[in-house]
């Protein structure tokens, strides 16, 4: 049986959905919304789909996606959240912005619509669990430049932060992401140099880290907090191991924390949403779940 055959019969002829990854096995996203079709006693099915990043492979995805009626879409993450793009029908206008898909819905028409909700998960983790942060709190600086920092920007940037501050070790990464996210209302992307991480939280209401730097297996992420003030909120979207270095100096010294598991959570609503038709929130419970999962 191959990796379609298997989740047809573990759907049973339920509506269902799928994480699709190469490796798919390491993905939480099954225990998130398992959590979730359980909770709202839906009778459907989240599976995984291991898909080579092979072209072929993708179109093999998109042909399954179509001619299985039960099929309402997948998540995708890495290697193919930016290759799939060219063979769905429709990429959502965020998706586009972002230039990266993470959740396919199958319309009522059949074709497929590619979206991206990495940074609605982002502003809705933020919210939840740094109420007191609004746009208008002051500047935000952000570390990194790949291509969840691209979610990250563009999320901030719309939410109408006055002023982003961008770092990334590789500068003209940046640089490339300013000049692509600079809005035309006159606010501005402010590009510093790595070593000067530390001296550009001055005055900012919120630190975000998007680098894999204090991923486990990763090095540290070597940053002074001195200069950032103690009602800003830190936040690292780095979710093994939920507390990270960053976080646990950001927390002695009094400011707020955000771990990457609430972005994990909330950026799968959409998605739910779309495929089983129910809205969903997160949870203490959900959280305490997918943390178990996650060994954390
Ligand atoms: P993701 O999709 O998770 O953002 P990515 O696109 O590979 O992953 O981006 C990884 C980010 O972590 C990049 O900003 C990367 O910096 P470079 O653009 O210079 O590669 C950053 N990063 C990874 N290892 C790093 C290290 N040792 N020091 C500083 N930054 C690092």
């Not at 995984?48 to 996606?65: D, K």
């Not at 507390?243 to 400011?255: D, P, V």
Request: hydrophobic residues 45%; positive net charge.
């Amino acid at each position: 049986m191959n990796a379609y055959e298997q989740l047809v019969a573990e759907a049973q002829g339920r509506p269902f959905a799928a994480i699709v990854a190469w490796p798919v096995e390491h993905s939480r996203s099954p225990a998130l919304h398992g959590f979730w079709l359980r909770q709202q006693r839906i009778d459907g099915h989240y599976g995984r789909l291991p898909v080579e990043p092979r072209r072929a492979a993708l179109e093999e995805l998109v042909a399954f996606l179509k001619r299985t009626p039960n099929a309402r879409g997948c998540n995708l993450t890495l290697p193919h959240k930016i290759e799939i793009m060219p063979l769905l029908d429709r990429i959502d206008p965020v998706a586009k912005r972002i230039g990266a898909v993470n959740t396919v819905v199958k319309l009522p028409d059949g074709t497929l619509e590619g979206r991206n909700t990495d940074g609605f998960g982002f502003l809705e983790a933020l919210k939840y669990n740094a109420p007191h942060w609004t746009a208008a709190s002051g500047p935000v600086l952000v570390l990194g430049a790949g291509g969840a920092a691209r979610a990250v920007v563009a999320s901030l940037i719309d939410e109408g932060v006055p002023e982003l501050r961008l770092v990334n070790r590789t500068r003209q990464s940046a640089v490339d992401l300013g000049v692509a996210f600079t809005p035309a209302d006159g606010r501005r992307i402010v590009v510093g140099s790595w070593h000067e991480r530390s001296e550009l939280l001055a005055g900012a209401a919120l630190l975000v880290n998007t680098t894999s730097l204090g991923m486990k297996g990763q090095p540290a992420l070597d940053i002074d907090l001195a200069p950032l003030p103690r009602q800003a909120a830190v936040y690292d979207i780095v979710y093994v191991p939920l507390e990270t270095g960053l976080l646990a100096a950001a927390r002695a010294r009094g400011n707020r924390c955000v771990d990457g598991l609430g972005m994990l959570l909330h950026q799968g609503r959409p998605g739910f949403e779309a495929w089983f038709g129910r809205k969903v929130d997160v949870s203490v419970e959900q959280r305490r779940v997918v943390a178990a999962d996650l060994g954390a």
